[in-house]
């Protein structure tokens, strides 16, 4: 019999391992989804600390429009569109461009942002603010 409010299992019994995407395992030291020792995080992948942590830009969206980093990590910026586009950090209503500013970035071009500080970074693109919105979640590291 189960009773309401109280917790069925003890809270060490709970395997956390499937709530981390990708190539993410859990560590439980830290309660968080982490990469291996070596590998740095770029989303739910695991990439070489000497590897790029890439987003796409493409006509018209930022691919993925959601990117989770640990401090320290560099993005880089791709246009695999055919348009002209930018990666202009904050909102248009808030902050334009006062972390990072890309200027036009044409087809094939490509810009990059080190992140090291913690916290939330939107980013936009200026020709199409109105539907080319993303953000970049910057994680404290080990
Ligand atoms: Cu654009």
Same mark, same amino acid.
Request: proline share 5%; aromatic share 8%; with cysteine.
């Given at each position: ?8 299992? $003890?809270?060490? %019994? *709970?395997?956390?391992?499937? /709530?981390? &995407? =990708? ?6 030291? !830290? /309660?968080?989804?982490?990469? /291996?020792? =070596?590998?740095?995080?770029? =989303? %739910? ?24 980093? +640990? ?15 930018? *990666?202009?950090?904050?909102? @248009?209503?808030?902050? @334009? =461009? &006062? *972390?990072?500013? !890309?200027?036009?970035?044409? $087809?094939?071009? !490509?810009?990059? +942002?080190?992140?090291?500080? *913690?916290?939330?970074? $939107?980013?936009?693109?200026? @020709?199409? &603010? ?5 953000? +970049? ?6």
């Amino acid at each position: 019999m189960r009773w309401c409010g109280e917790a069925d299992e $003890p809270a060490d %019994d *709970v395997d956390n391992t499937e /709530e981390c &995407a =990708g190539d993410l395992s859990y560590e439980a030291s !830290s /309660e968080s989804c982490v990469c /291996e020792a =070596g590998l740095t995080r770029c =989303g %739910d992948t695991c990439v070489d600390t000497e590897e790029v942590c890439a987003v796409a830009i493409d006509d018209f969206a930022f691919s993925p429009a959601s990117l989770t980093v +640990v401090e320290g990590t560099t993005v880089v910026w791709t246009n695999v569109g055919t348009e002209t586009h930018t *990666v202009t950090s904050g909102t @248009p209503e808030e902050e @334009p =461009g &006062a *972390v990072f500013s !890309s200027g036009d970035l044409a $087809p094939e071009d !490509s810009t990059e +942002v080190t992140f090291n500080d *913690v916290g939330a970074f $939107p980013y936009y693109c200026e @020709p199409h &603010a109105e539907s080319m919105r993303a953000e +970049v979640v910057v994680l404290a590291a080990d």
